[in-house]
């Protein structure tokens, strides 16, 4: 990936970048201006919502539960023209906030948790994911998907789409580990956003492998693939993504 920052230049975004950049095993690189990442977007200004509204985005996949949504709306969309898509449901791989639910784990345990979320991610937002790359192969790009923290749910999505595009692995795991970087957990914190606010109190040695990205964790999605799923391509399979939208992807998406 070249030196140019992949993070938006936005007052109030939350691990908003752009993932273009990237080299595939063939030699082409993801085009920049139409994938986009994000964490929670209620904290954008106004200044924030019309930058975005002048990059053209035209769908925005929100991978979030009905109550996150609700909590900390995404407001832009409709004035800038984009089409907005969420699901309901009620699985809570990927919420943060209900690996504190009950007695609070000590840091060890809650590294394992997340690991173990790993696994479930991949069944439980399947149905968010075939929607995703349906929208990207029908060319309704722009794209930008988000969750709360833009890192799991939001993170294995990304994946997806880097490995579907040729995109080496290294490369995956470094935009993974980006969130480590842009993610400005003490301002979510400290702001109340995406409901972590009352975790302020928490000793910080344990929220850290909640808020981190760290390799162990892609890991595991990518170990489940080939253990539980029969391999990237069979999983792809049943989320709707077959040899012909891999192709239309790579032409739309890569330089």
């Known amino acids: 990936m070249s030196d140019m920052s992949p993070l938006l230049p936005l007052e109030g975004g939350f691990n908003l970048r752009d993932m273009g950049g990237y080299r595939t095993a063939d030699g082409?690189?993801?085009?920049?201006?139409?994938?986009?990442?994000?964490?929670?977007?209620?904290?954008?200004?106004?200044?924030?919502?019309?930058?975005?509204?002048?990059?053209?985005?035209?769908?925005?996949?929100?991978?979030?539960?009905?109550?996150?949504?609700?909590?900390?709306?995404?407001?832009?969309?409709?004035?800038?023209?984009?089409?907005?898509?969420?699901?309901?449901?009620?699985?809570?791989?990927?919420?943060l906030g209900e690996l504190l639910r009950g007695a609070v784990p000590n840091a060890e345990r809650m590294r394992e948790m997340m690991i173990d979320l790993y696994r479930e991610i991949l069944v439980d937002h399947?149905?968010?994911?075939?929607?995703?790359?349906?929208?990207?192969?029908?060319?309704?790009?722009?794209?930008?998907?988000?969750?709360?923290?833009?890192?799991?749910?939001?993170?294995?999505?990304?994946?997806?789409?880097?490995?579907?595009?040729?995109?080496?692995?290294?490369?995956?795991?470094?935009?993974?580990?980006?969130?480590?970087?842009?993610?400005?957990?003490?301002?979510?914190?400290?702001?109340?956003g995406a409901g972590i606010g009352r975790y302020s109190e928490i000793d910080p040695a344990v929220l850290q492998p909640l808020f981190a990205a760290d390799g162990a964790y892609l890991d595991t999605a990518f170990d489940s693939l080939d253990r539980d799923h029969g391999g990237i391509d069979a999983y792809l399979a049943t989320i709707g993504v077959d040899d012909a939208a891999k192709t239309r992807l790579r032409e739309l998406l890569l330089d």
Do not use: Q
């Open 126 to 192: 399947a149905p968010s994911y075939r929607f995703l790359f349906d929208r990207l192969a029908n060319g309704h790009v722009p794209l930008l998907f988000n969750c709360s923290a833009g890192k799991d749910r939001t993170g294995v999505g990304a994946a997806l789409i880097l490995a579907v595009l040729g995109v080496e692995r290294s490369a995956i795991v470094e935009d993974y580990l980006l969130t480590n970087r842009f993610a400005d957990f003490d301002r979510l914190l400290a702001s109340g």
């Open 28 to 95: 082409r690189t993801v085009k920049r201006g139409m994938l986009f990442r994000s964490g929670v977007m209620s904290l954008l200004t106004e200044a924030d919502e019309a930058h975005l509204a002048g990059l053209g985005i035209a769908t925005v996949c929100d991978l979030r539960r009905p109550g996150e949504r609700k909590r900390d709306p995404t407001r832009w969309c409709e004035p800038a023209g984009a089409f907005y898509w969420s699901r309901d449901y009620s699985e809570s791989s990927g919420v």
